[in-house]
């Protein structure tokens, strides 16, 4: 067996520890002779399960006993309507950053259900930079903020969150959560699609404020109100088992195997650094973001010709680097280094690229 170091952008590498003890427990987990895939999602066994991923998360996120965790459906781009159709509520309105596509779904999809202000944008510069923000231009009276936290695609992400008083902030945190500590009570509500950093995809996990549930505008449906979630223990239906113990699983990897977020903080700025410090100084590749907005997760790269950016994919490929071409919107190269990617690969991927430029540059 050859596994390969895979940047995708999502889904993305599992922590190896975690697909073994899943491989392990696969056929009869703890004795119940049945896999976790198999079993009723009504079953205790499965209760425990699930409340187990939830207790994990909130140790590991410290989050405060006002918010409910919900595990859901539908990725992120579900959360692009869900939020406007729960929180869009009071005054009708609402603040975006638009710092890349993410960003720009979410503006847009809100712009349905109420007005949508675009408070800044960096599209002027291909989103590689996060703008400032100036607070004369956000609203009076939003009903929420919204950012996207990491922007997957461009590799930039808010350092310092916009100060926004009493108006909720709301942040797509899909390309970051988990990779190092947040301050959850800043935020009204953080969403997520759990395939880079929590779980297999077909889980949407969502951290809300209590009283920012139960406002739901008459015509949302019933599977889109936070309430009918929150009311059910995140059970009103059959919820994503399988993903949920994998969740479970890299939570608890986190917790035991690294130590927490503190921890994995300093495993990501070491491997961010590594990959960042090689781009800086090499003739060849350049990283595409301004350096202070930098993400710890996404790096994108090139080297100004699509010709040898191409060559570059396709060997790094034979080398076992996979998935490290650039958004199809954006092209070039990208390296996505989430937590179950160990330093170790992105030391044999800076020394291909040291290599590669050796022939090439
Ligand atoms: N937001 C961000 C920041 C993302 O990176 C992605 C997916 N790559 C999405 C939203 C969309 O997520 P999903 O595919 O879970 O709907």
Request: aromatic fraction near 10%; proline fraction near 5%.
């Amino acid at each position: 067996m050859k596994r390969v170091y895979n940047f995708s952008a999502g889904p993305s590498m599992m922590p190896e520890p975690v697909l073994k003890r899943a491989a392990a427990e696969m056929l009869d987990y703890q004795g119940s002779g049945q896999s976790v895939m198999e079993m009723s999602h009504r079953s205790k066994i499965f209760e425990g399960i699930i409340s187990s991923a939830e207790s994990l998360l909130r140790e590991v996120m410290n989050i405060p006993d006002n918010y409910k965790v919900l595990f859901l459906q539908g990725g992120a781009s579900s959360q692009f309507a869900m939020v406007p159709l729960n929180l869009m509520t009071k005054n009708k309105k609402a603040d975006f950053v638009l710092t890349g596509q993410w960003a720009t779904k979410a503006y847009k999809e809100a712009a349905r259900y109420g007005t949508a202000n675009v408070v800044a944008s960096s599209k002027d510069k291909t989103f590689s930079y996060i703008p400032d923000l100036d607070p004369q231009t956000f609203s009076k009276y939003a009903d929420y903020f919204h950012i996207c936290l990491n922007n997957t695609i461009y590799g930039t992400k808010f350092h310092t969150l916009p100060e926004t008083g009493d108006v909720p902030l709301v942040a797509d945190v899909s390309s970051c959560i988990l990779s190092e500590p947040i301050d959850v009570s800043k935020f009204g509500l953080l969403y997520a699609g759990a395939q880079k950093n929590m779980a297999p995809a077909g889980l949407t996990v969502v951290i809300i404020r209590e009283d920012l549930i139960g406002h739901a505008m008459e015509v949302t449906p019933t599977m889109f109100n936070y309430q009918t979630h929150a009311d059910n223990n995140s059970m009103f239906n059959t919820p994503p088992c399988y993903s949920i113990y994998m969740c479970m699983l890299v939570l608890d990897w986190l917790k035991n195997t690294i130590g927490g977020l503190e921890e994995m903080k300093k495993i990501n700025e070491k491997k961010a650094g590594i990959l960042y410090n090689f781009l800086d100084n090499s003739k060849l590749f350049k990283g595409t973001v301004v350096p202070k907005d930098r993400s710890l997760m996404n790096i994108p790269f090139v080297t100004g010709s699509e010709e040898l950016d191409a060559k570059f994919v396709k060997e790094a490929e034979e080398h076992g680097f996979v998935n490290i071409k650039g958004h199809r919107s954006v092209g070039g190269m990208r390296a996505s280094i989430y937590n179950a990617m160990p330093v170790e690969g992105v030391e044999k991927l800076v020394d291909f690229m040291a290599a590669f430029e050796k022939k090439n540059g």
